[in-house]
C-alpha cells in the first residue's frame, strides 16, 4: 500500500515534469513569437467550423471575456486572426483565423513535438507505452474532462 509520504514525493514529481515542460515549450515557442495563451486561443478558434464570437473562446478556455480580448488583440497585431462583423447581426464580433495562424499552428504542433520528444528521450519504448496507459488513465479519470 502506498504511504501518504510517497503521494507527496509523487505530486512534487508531477509538479517538477509540468515546470520543465513549461521552460521547454516557452523556449521553443518563443523564436514563433506566440505565448502558450495565445497558442491555446488560436487553437480553440481553428477547432470551430465556423469562426466563434470572443464570448464563444472565452467559455471554451474558462477565461473573462477580457483576458481574451488581449490574446486576440496579440494575435491580431501579429496577423494570426482578424476580427470580422457577424452577417447575421453586425454588433458581433466574430474571430477568423488567418493563413498565418494556421501556419502558426503547424509550427506550434512542431514545436510541442520537439518538447515531448526532450522530455522523452530517457525512457525506452516500452517505458513510453506504460506512461503513455498511466497518463491515459489520469486524463480519462478527471473529472469534467472530455478530450
Given amino acids: ?11 512534487e514529481q508531477l509538479l517538477r515534469l509540468t515546470r520543465r515542460l513549461h521552460r521547454i515549450q516557452s523556449r521553443q515557442l518563443e ?15 481553428a477547432q470551430y467550423d465556423a469562426p466563434p464570437r470572443m464570448a464563444d473562446l472565452a467559455q471554451r478556455l474558462d477565461v473573462v471575456p477580457r483576458a481574451v ?15 470580422a462583423p457577424d452577417p447575421a447581426n453586425r454588433r458581433v464580433v466574430r474571430i477568423e483565423i488567418t493563413d498565418k495562424g ?8 512542431d ?7 526532450e522530455i522523452l528521450a530517457p525512457l525506452t ?6 506512461l503513455g496507459g498511466l497518463l491515459a488513465a489520469l486524463v480519462d479519470g478527471l473529472p469534467g474532462r472530455h478530450c
Fill in 1 to 11: 500500500m502506498d504511504s501518504p509520504d510517497s503521494d507527496g514525493h509523487l505530486a
Fill in 31 to 45: 523564436p514563433i513569437g506566440i505565448t502558450p495563451a495565445q497558442f491555446r486561443l488560436l487553437r480553440a478558434v
Fill in 69 to 83: 480580448t488581449s490574446l486576440v488583440d496579440g494575435l491580431e497585431t501579429g496577423e494570426r486572426v482578424r476580427r
Fill in 102 to 109: 494556421r501556419a502558426t499552428l503547424g509550427e506550434m504542433r
Fill in 111 to 117: 514545436a510541442r513535438r520537439a518538447a515531448a520528444e
Fill in 125 to 130: 519504448a516500452e517505458q513510453r507505452e506504460v
